[in-house]
C-alpha cells in the first residue's frame, strides 16, 4: 500500500470515527426486510401500520446495497421505531439520504420529516418539489430553502444534504452548496403534543392521510446531531460501500 492510499484511508477512518460519535440515526435499508429494517445506532424503520398494504413498496438495487423503492399509488408509511430522536431535533444537525424519482408527478414528494406547516408546530421537511430540493422547518418563505429549478433529474440518483449550525442552513445537492438561509431562531422542536399524531416518516406526509408520497428510491438515511462541513459531505455523499 502506497503512502497515499494509506492516508485516504487514515482520512476516512476518521472521518466515519467522527460522525459515529454524532450519529442520531442511520437507515441502509440492508438489514431487515420490508415489515422491519434495523437501524443505527438502536432503532428500526417499520410500516406505520401493521395493516399497511405493501403491494407497491419494494426493496431494489440502491447506491450502496439495498435501497428502499415507492410505487406510484402507495399508501404504506414507513415511521421510525423511537421517533423521538427526530421530534426532539434541534440545531447543531445534518441531514442526508440518497434519493430517485422516477415519476414527474406528483410535483412535491417528501423524502423525510416530521412536521412543518405550522409555524408553531415545529419540525422539519425535506421534499422534491418541481425538480427542486427543499428544505422546510415552520410556515412561509422565511423558513423555507430551495435549491434552484431544474437541478434535480428524473431516475438520478441524487445525493442530498441539509445542514444547521444553529445559526445558518445550508443546503446541499451532490456534494455542492446550493442554497444558505439564516435561520433567525425560527427552527423548533416537534412539541410532545403533537409526538402521537406526526411521527418522523419517510416517504410521504407524517400524519394519517396520504399525501405528498415520493414516488421513486430512497437509500442510505443519515440524522447526525452535528453540523457537517463541505468536507465532511463530500465524504459522505461518495462514501464507498
Not at 422534491?128 to 430551495?146: E, H, I, P, S, V
Not at 447526525?224 to 460501500?241: G, R, S
Amino acid at each position: 500500500m502506497n503512502k497515499f492510499s494509506l492516508c485516504f484511508l487514515l482520512l476516512a477512518l476518521c472521518f466515519c470515527l467522527a460522525a459515529d460519535e454524532h450519529l442520531l440515526f442511520h437507515c441502509s435499508f440492508d438489514e431487515g426486510d420490508l415489515n422491519r429494517f434495523t437501524c443505527k445506532p438502536d432503532d428500526v424503520l417499520k410500516p406505520r401500520s401493521p395493516k399497511d398494504d405493501l403491494s407497491k413498496v419494494a426493496l431494489v438495487d440502491g447506491v450502496h446495497g439495498k435501497g428502499l423503492e415507492l410505487k406510484a399509488g402507495n399508501k404504506a408509511k414507513f415511521v421510525l421505531g423511537k421517533p423521538e430522536c427526530l421530534q426532539t431535533l434541534v440545531p447543531p444537525f445534518t441531514i442526508a439520504l440518497w434519493m430517485k424519482k422516477t415519476a414527474e408527478e406528483p410535483k412535491h414528494g417528501i423524502w423525510l420529516a416530521t412536521i412543518s406547516d405550522q409555524k408553531e408546530a415545529g419540525g422539519f421537511e425535506l421534499f422534491w418539489f418541481w425538480r427542486r430540493a427543499m428544505f422546510r422547518w415552520g410556515k412561509g418563505d422565511d423558513a423555507t430553502l430551495g435549491s434552484p429549478t431544474g437541478v434535480l433529474f428524473l431516475n438520478k440518483w441524487h445525493h442530498i444534504a441539509v445542514t444547521h449550525d444553529g445559526k445558518t442552513i445550508t443546503l446541499y445537492i451532490d456534494a455542492i452548496a446550493v442554497a444558505q438561509k439564516e435561520d433567525n431562531g425560527i427552527f423548533k422542536p416537534l412539541p410532545q403534543a403533537k409526538y402521537k399524531k406526526f411521527r418522523p416518516t419517510v416517504g410521504q406526509y407524517p400524519s394519517g392521510f396520504v399525501a405528498y408520497a415520493h414516488v421513486g428510491m430512497i437509500d442510505d438515511i443519515y440524522v447526525f446531531a452535528k453540523a457537517l462541513n463541505a468536507e465532511e459531505i463530500t465524504k459522505l455523499a461518495t462514501k464507498q460501500p
